[in-house]
């Protein structure tokens, strides 16, 4: 069964940086290279919300509030996807959770995804 590990959470001061990793195990094959992957947060008291992803293709999608800011890259030979965080501010603090989509399509609505990592966390202190 693929099980997905979240890595890299931590504090870091505005305007700082953080990249965050999603390992994935388990993985038949080379098959981690047709998922679609996404990256979603949830601060506390708020839904969990869609950040950005990366399809089988290596298209990536992000949300208006990290465009600019956050890069989505992958590697498939380490079954790996990233996050990168750059110019953080105190409204990005959540725990970031990233998602395995099996089809490879990248989608905002967290129903779309088969696999979840169990989360990191991310603190922003102004």
């Known amino acids: 069964q693929v099980q997905l590990v979240e890595s890299g959470g931590g504090l870091v001061q505005a305007g700082g940086s953080l990249r965050l990793s999603c390992a994935a195990s388990g993985v038949f094959f080379n098959t981690f290279s047709n998922y679609g992957m996404g990256w979603f947060r949830q601060a506390q008291g708020k839904e969990r919300e869609f950040v950005g992803g990366?399809?089988?293709?290596?298209?990536?999608y992000y949300s208006n509030s990290v465009k600019g800011r956050f890069t989505i890259s992958r590697d498939n030979a380490k079954n790996t996807v990233y996050l990168q965080m750059n110019s953080l501010k105190p409204e990005d603090t959540a725990v970031y959770y990233c998602?395995?989509?099996?089809?490879?399509?990248?989608?905002?609505?967290?129903?779309?995804?088969?696999?979840w990592g169990q989360g990191t966390q991310v603190t922003v202190s102004s």
């Open positions: 998602a395995a989509d099996f089809g490879g399509s990248v989608l905002a609505n967290r129903n779309a995804y088969e696999r």
């Open positions: 990366i399809s089988r293709n290596s298209n990536t």
